[in-house]
């Protein structure tokens, strides 16, 4: 199902979304934040599994001006500990835009997948990640570090969810 709202249409993955895909994922700058790039063959491979790996809930993220692909927005881990993410291409970056979609976004994904509660993690330096999970009700529950360098462990619960829908 397609969600549309002011500036951006999400929408589930198809094929023809592969090659934009790539050069989001493969971007230097784009994933500097994301544990660095993917090489070609891993963006591939990261592609297939957002066709087919029932354990993601995965939508890509256009431009509802002019249909162009500028990102996308996942929930993984759908068989144990649902870990939300985002990614938007660089130029798209600064403008409301993740906000916008994840407003859109999370009550939908909590509703058809039954969630109670999600995940994310962003790394301790990124205050526009931190900031927007911030601003989506993802409340800080944790810190902790990995070979990457050390992040911040949120958390959203349905109870939020349903609280932050019921005011709209």
């Given at each position: 199902?397609?969600?549309?709202?002011?500036r951006?249409?999400?929408l589930?993955?198809?094929?023809?979304?592969?090659?934009?895909?790539?050069?989001?994922?493969?971007?230097?700058?784009?994933?500097?934040?994301?544990?660095?790039?993917?090489?070609?063959?891993?963006a591939?491979?990261?592609?297939?599994?957002?066709?087919?790996?029932?354990?993601?809930?995965?939508?890509?993220?256009l431009?509802?001006?002019?249909?162009?692909?500028?990102?996308?927005?996942?929930?993984?881990?759908?068989?144990s500990?649902?870990?939300?993410?985002?990614?938007?291409?660089?130029?798209?970056?600064?403008?409301?835009?993740?906000?916008?979609?994840?407003?859109?976004?999370?009550?939908?994904?909590?509703?058809?997948?039954?969630?109670?509660?999600?995940?994310?993690t962003?790394?301790?330096?990124?205050?526009?990640?931190?900031k927007?999970?911030?601003?989506?009700?993802f409340h800080?529950?944790?810190?902790?570090?990995?070979?990457?360098?050390?992040?911040?462990?949120?958390?959203?619960?349905?109870?939020?969810?349903?609280?932050?829908?019921?005011l709209?």
């Open positions: 199902m397609t969600i549309v709202t002011r951006l249409m999400l589930p993955y198809s094929e023809s979304l592969q090659s934009e895909f790539l050069m989001l994922n493969c971007c230097v700058k784009n994933r500097a934040d994301m544990n660095g790039p993917h090489t070609v063959s891993s591939r491979a990261l592609f297939d599994r957002v066709l087919n790996d029932s354990s993601m809930y995965c939508m890509a993220v431009d509802n001006y002019n249909r162009e692909y500028i990102g996308h927005l996942f929930i993984s881990n759908l068989d500990t649902p870990e939300l993410g985002i990614i938007l291409d660089k130029a798209y970056w600064g403008k409301g835009l993740g906000s916008e979609a994840l407003k859109a976004f999370i009550p939908k994904a909590y509703r058809e997948l039954s969630l109670t509660k999600v995940t994310a962003v790394n301790t330096h990124h205050m526009a990640s931190i927007l999970l911030e601003k989506s009700g800080k529950v944790g810190e902790s570090q990995d070979i990457h360098g050390p992040y911040y462990e949120y958390q959203l619960t349905s109870d939020v969810v349903a609280a932050e829908n019921s709209v």
